[in-house]
């Protein structure tokens, strides 16, 4: 109990749990509530509840119980198959591009793994794997600088090449 009371390993909740516990070996006279308190619990009833629960089942009664609420529509597994994926470069998964966008990331995870995944799933995942987007650069401003046939090979402009001032005229 006092190592699982000192771990830096365990999960936190169980540790503070479990320093409820090690509080009462340490004093047999101190109630529940205050040893609750000392452990970081905001509530008196919060001691009394899982010194009833190691009371009833252990150790084992410090661990978290099943909890109301959806379950996850996806395994682990299929978390970590997107998280190696985006970290590999798409060039050298055969890929003819060389970064990942949203888009593509999505679609070359179906076709590899037969799951769809949504935006929102992508984006907490990465993040949640410490990954995350970078600004694709562009240096379509600078393209004249760099191909002397840009302006015909690119057609008519959308916008006017000379501006006028704002306002009259």
Do not use: C
Not at 48 to 72: I, T
Not at 90 to 102: I, M, N, Q, R
């Amino acid at each position: 109990m006092r190592r699982l009371a000192k771990s830096r390993t365990e999960p936190a909740r169980r540790v503070q749990r479990a320093k409820i516990i090690e509080a009462m070996l340490d004093d047999p006279r101190l109630p529940a509530s205050t040893a609750g308190q000392r452990a970081g619990y905001h509530t008196e009833s919060a001691g009394w509840v899982w010194v009833k629960r190691f009371n009833a089942q252990g150790l084992a009664g410090l661990e978290d119980e099943a909890r109301s609420g959806r379950k996850p529509t996806h395994d682990e597994a299929v978390r970590s198959a997107l998280i190696s994926l985006a970290t590999h470069t798409p060039e050298s998964l055969g890929y003819p591009f060389k970064l990942w966008t949203l888009a593509r990331l999505q679609t070359a995870f179906q076709d590899r793994q037969g799951v769809h995944l949504s935006d929102s799933t992508i984006w907490t995942w990465l993040d949640q794997g410490g990954l995350e987007w970078k600004r694709q650069q562009s240096w379509f401003h600078e393209a004249q600088k760099h191909d002397p046939q840009f302006v015909e090979k690119r057609g008519p402009s959308s916008r006017p090449t000379s501006r006028r001032p704002h306002g009259r005229g």
